[in-house]
Every structure is written in structure tokens, then in C-alpha cells.
């Protein structure tokens, strides 16, 4: 009987190794389990910058590895020291019908100085339960290919503004450009255009983009640029769009109707009551703004804030204002105001609306 058991561990062990179905086994007792045997690519998915390894494990012997190990190397002779992904067993999705587990690696790393068509080098190992590692599997080759151009920039909002820096005794016109976030894995950055007429704009040449590249950064959900204005640009419209660039400089599509308008308002120009004035009873006046359409004028008590009194929203026609006898003001003590100017008619007047006057003060006087 002992010779019988021995005759048969001896044809059913070499049977088993070689029973390897797209796996791994170990093949005597203690020995590490070897590698999968089907690694596979396709070039119809390595594109923009991915490369896609699959394999299968079957599902009897997915006790006996409990990952993988992927390395890669730049050269077919090279060490495979680089390691570029461990992937758990229970990872595998399980095709019961065939009774395996299929893997799957994507390597997003592939493009080196804006080169797309390098060729990659991978060798793919297994560990066993006692935390051996296994031979190398045969060398497989990848590479990717710059097949399509970044997706089209969504969401884009633009938001002029003109907040009267009272620090630096200037205005601070600027419009805000935000847009969602690209999610090509091939994406470099973004590039906004701006047109000072309402038609469709070109962005074939990045070269005549109005703003440098804006890098794309890893996790972004959403992206906004300042396009900082000059003086002399105050007060004019403005349209926008933005497209994205791959590593390639393939660049994205855009709607020709996918541009919006921005505007930064003139500061208002402040009448009454004059800086450093006194009086019992003001009146607020100023001086109406090229392409406002509504104004909210603001009380407070300090430079930092502290408001007293925020006006409703005036028409783009009114342009003075007397503080209500409900308001109650002591005498004696210095105020501060301002007015804010809309481009778009506020449904919220808690805000700052597009641009804000420089902030003047006065002194309450005893009534007369």
C-alpha cells in the first residue's frame, strides 16, 4: 500500500502543476506559486495614455495566492525592479461559468516628455499564502497611442467683479472663469480664450489663447482662473470659453455657443454726502455706472464691516437715496459708505454685486 500511494503522489503532482489554468499553483510542497500564464493587452484600449494588462486565476486554486505583483521595465533585458502595482486576490471579479477570476492593471504612467508610443516592458508574479513570491511571468509588451483629444470643457461660469481695494486705494477689476474639472488621464491643462465681441470663438490655435497654460491637477473637481484686468479694460464686455490639451497637445473641442459674457463694472462715483463731511440727515448720492442695472447702497459703522444699514435693491435709474428715520444714527460718531453697482439684476441683495465704490465716511452732527 505505501509503494501504491507513493506510485500515485508521484503521476498526480505533475498532473496538477500542469492543470494551470491562467493561475497560479504551487508546484511541490512549500514551493512559491508560479506566475499567471495568460497575461493579456489589447491595443484598442492602450490609448490616451493607459495600458491594460488582464489575466485569470482559476477558481480552485485561488487559495493558494493571495496577489499579485506587477513590475515593469523600459527595456526587454531590463532587471523588472520597478514595481508598479499589487493586486489582492479577492480583487478578481468571478466568472462562475468558466470558474475563474479575472485581473485587470491599468498603468496611467505611459507618456514621457508628451511621447505617447513607448514601449513598456511588464512581468507579472504571484505570492503565496506563506507570503513567497513566486518566478516572473514571460515578458509581455505595451505601449500607448494619442488616439482622442481632451473631452469638452462643462460647467463654465463667469463671474466679473470690481471690489474697490481701500487699502491700496485702487479698484481691483477682475473676471472669474470656473469650469468642472477634466477627468482624461491624458490631460495636461486648460487654456481660456476671450473675444470682446459676441461670436463664435476659435480655439484650434492655442498660441492665441488669452490665457497661459493652467496646469491640470491631480483630484480637482473644479478649476477657476482670474483674468486680472487692466484699467483701461474696466466697464467692457468680454466673452470666454475654454477648451483642454492633452500631454500631446491634441486640443479639446468646444461649442462655438459655449462662450459667456463677463463684465467688471466702474467703481461708482461717490456725490453726498462727501468724505469727512458732517451731517444729521444723509442723503446718498452718486454717480450712475455704464451697464449697471441695479444698485445697493451700504451703512456701517467701521472700515472692517459692523453694518447698520443695507438699502433694497434700487433701480439702475436711481441714484440717490435718504437713509430712513427708522435708521438711527448717534451724534457725534463717524460713519462709512458705499455703493455697489449689478451688471445682472440681484435676486439676493446680501451680496456684493459686481463692483463696489470706494468707502467714504462722515460724521453725524447734532440736528439742526
Not at 496538477?16 to 497560479?24: F, H, R, T, Y
Not at 486554486?61 to 514595481?83: P, W
Not at 472692517?304 to 457725534?332: A, C, F, H, Q, Y
Request: charged content about 25%; hydrophobic content about 30%.
Amino acid at each position: 500500500m505505501k509503494f501504491l500511494r507513493s506510485f500515485f503522489y508521484v503521476l498526480w503532482l505533475p498532473l496538477m502543476c500542469a492543470a494551470v489554468l491562467g493561475g497560479s499553483l504551487a508546484c511541490g510542497p512549500g514551493g512559491p506559486p508560479d506566475p499567471p500564464s495568460d497575461i493579456a493587452t489589447n491595443v484598442d484600449v492602450n490609448v490616451d495614455g493607459i495600458i491594460v494588462l488582464n489575466w485569470t486565476l482559476s477558481q480552485d486554486l485561488k487559495d493558494r495566492v493571495t496577489k499579485f505583483i506587477v513590475y515593469r521595465d523600459e527595456r526587454t533585458d531590463g532587471d523588472f525592479t520597478s514595481k508598479v502595482a499589487e493586486i489582492n486576490q479577492a480583487e478578481g471579479t468571478l466568472d462562475e461559468p468558466n470558474r475563474i477570476y479575472k485581473y485587470s492593471f491599468t498603468d496611467n504612467n505611459t507618456i514621457k516628455g508628451g511621447q505617447y508610443e513607448i514601449p513598456y516592458y511588464y512581468r507579472i508574479t504571484s505570492v503565496g499564502q506563506d507570503g513567497k513570491e513566486g518566478k516572473p511571468s514571460n515578458t509581455i509588451t505595451a505601449k500607448t497611442a494619442n488616439f482622442d483629444p481632451p473631452a469638452l470643457i462643462e460647467n463654465i461660469k463667469v463671474t466679473g467683479g470690481n471690489i474697490y481695494d481701500d487699502i491700496e486705494q485702487k479698484p481691483d477689476p477682475k473676471i472669474i472663469i470656473t469650469w468642472k474639472a477634466g477627468t482624461d488621464n491624458d490631460l495636461e491643462g486648460y487654456y481660456v480664450f476671450r473675444s470682446d465681441s459676441d461670436s463664435p470663438i476659435s480655439t484650434a490655435d492655442v498660441s492665441k489663447a488669452h490665457s497661459k497654460l493652467i496646469s491640470a491637477k491631480p483630484g480637482q473637481t473644479e478649476v477657476s482662473w482670474a483674468d486680472q484686468l487692466k484699467e483701461e479694460e474696466i466697464g467692457k464686455p468680454y466673452w470666454y470659453t475654454v477648451v483642454a490639451v492633452d500631454k500631446g497637445n491634441l486640443v479639446g473641442r468646444n461649442k462655438p455657443s459655449n462662450r459667456l459674457l463677463g463684465i467688471a463694472l466702474q467703481s461708482a462715483t461717490l456725490q453726498n454726502p462727501q468724505k469727512g463731511s458732517q451731517t444729521s440727515k444723509p442723503v446718498f448720492k452718486w454717480d450712475a455706472v455704464d451697464s449697471s442695472l441695479a444698485y445697493v447702497v451700504v451703512l456701517q459703522k467701521s472700515t472692517r464691516g459692523d453694518e447698520v444699514w443695507r438699502s433694497s435693491v434700487l433701480n439702475k435709474d436711481t441714484t440717490e437715496i435718504t437713509l430712513p428715520n427708522s435708521v438711527s444714527l448717534t451724534s457725534g460718531l463717524k460713519y462709512y459708505w458705499y455703493v455697489t453697482a449689478y451688471a445682472e439684476t440681484p435676486t439676493n441683495n446680501e451680496t456684493n454685486g459686481n463692483s463696489t465704490s470706494p468707502l467714504w465716511n462722515f460724521t453725524v452732527s447734532a440736528d439742526d
